[in-house]
């Protein structure tokens, strides 16, 4: 059992910088078959459309990322702290939404993000962390 714990958002006005933060205990390192990543919820949308943002797999540090993102955020992960982060530059007001981290097994990142942006009840996801971009 895996359980993920993300801190981090926040407020902030456009152009402004997060970094969002998301621990995984329970079971010890992740295994190194396994992808994790960020996907977000914008307000008003449902669970099924949400947003694949970032993800990374755990064995060999493959990244991907959504066009929407690219250049200004970027995905990490600190194997030895079993923590996943996500530094976020330039936000801009689209940007808002509730971040989730999310993991499971599968080292293949298109389909992993298009199975976690489909499906919520698969893998281990954490609460959530609220990011808000307004003036």
């Known amino acids: 059992q895996v359980q993920l714990v993300e801190s981090g958002g926040g407020s902030v006005q456009p152009g402004g910088s997060l970094r969002l933060s998301c621990e995984a205990s329970?079971?010890?390192?992740?295994?190194?078959?396994?992808?994790i990543g960020w996907i977000r919820q914008a307000p008003g949308r449902t669970p099924q459309q949400r947003e694949g943002?970032?993800?990374?797999?755990?064995?060999?540090?493959?990244?991907i990322y959504a066009d929407s993102v690219k250049g200004r955020f970027t995905i990490s992960l600190d194997n030895a702290k079993n923590t996943l982060y996500l530094t976020m530059n330039n936000l801009k007001p689209e940007d808002t939404a509730m971040y989730y981290c999310a993991a499971a097994i599968g080292d293949n990142l298109p389909a992993f993000i298009a199975t976690m942006e489909r499906l919520s009840d698969f893998g281990y996801w954490g609460q959530g962390t609220r990011v808000t971009v307004s003036s």
């Open positions: 943002v970032a993800a990374v797999t755990v064995g060999g540090g493959n990244t």
């Open positions: 329970g079971s010890g390192p992740l295994p190194s078959h396994w992808a």
